[in-house]
């Protein structure tokens, strides 16, 4: 129990355009999930938090018009990479807790983006 | 700010010795302290949390210790295998889930 996927797994796109990267709790509901980002050989970065029902909450130094956040379901985050640009290349990893496990946070496997 | 630092130098070690990775951090001590393993090009895997009253922490061949005083985590792999190569992140909790990830130990188990 307690998977999380995301899709796609790789994605390229050319400058300027915008991806959507979907992340999804498979058997249990996540009323909060988290956006992370991860530069080659660097640790996780948190991005936001993202609340079902709510709006996201973006960490200092994160553009909230650039990434934008949706947290429609208890099993459904996305996000939105609008208009991207070479520097936004990078591994994108959500997480999401199941309040009935505490504090215990699962991952999905990440998308790369690359964008050209 | 917090900071975390983890060994960023590879642990090379034969298989069947104990890997023992330091997590260290600066300021406030966290309510628990989390490990987590890392493959190349997959998201970070579950493996212990450890809370800020206890001392240890157990799962099979996996052992973490937490010194509030020392502000230092330690973590052990014991009877290392060639499957336990991976990178090894700690996290604290910055606060509702919130967390922050040192940069990792790169662990290089050969046979």
């Known amino acids: 129990g307690a998977v999380v996927s995301q899709h796609p797994s790789r994605v390229i796109c050319k400058s300027g355009t915008s991806v959507k990267i979907e992340c999804r709790s498979l058997?249990?509901?996540?009323?909060?999930m988290f956006w992370y980002r991860q530069f080659p050989k660097q640790s996780l970065m948190l991005m936001a938090t993202s609340n079902e029902g709510s709006k996201a909450t973006y960490e200092q130094g994160v553009e909230k018009d650039k990434f934008l956040i949706n947290h429609a379901s208890l099993t459904l985050s996305t996000l939105t990479v609008t208009s991207a640009h070479p520097e936004d290349s990078s591994f994108y990893i959500c997480s999401a807790r199941d309040s009935q496990r505490g504090n215990e946070q699962f991952f999905g496997p990440g998308t790369r983006l690359t964008v050209l | 700010s917090q900071k975390i630092e983890q060994n960023s130098e590879a642990l090379n070690i034969q298989e069947g010795k104990t890997a023992t990775l330091t997590c260290n951090y600066t300021n406030y001590s966290p309510a628990y302290l989390q490990w987590y393993r890392q493959d190349p090009g997959r998201g970070p895997v579950f493996l212990l949390l450890i809370r800020e009253n206890e001392k240890e922490k157990r799962k099979e061949r996996l052992k973490v210790t937490f010194d509030t005083t020392l502000k230092q985590s330690l973590f052990h792999i014991t009877a290392s295998q060639p499957a336990d190569s991976a990178t090894y992140l700690c996290a604290l909790d910055k606060s509702w889930g919130k967390l922050q990830f040192g940069a990792g130990t790169q662990v290089v188990v050969t046979p």
């Open positions: 058997d249990f509901q996540a009323t909060t």
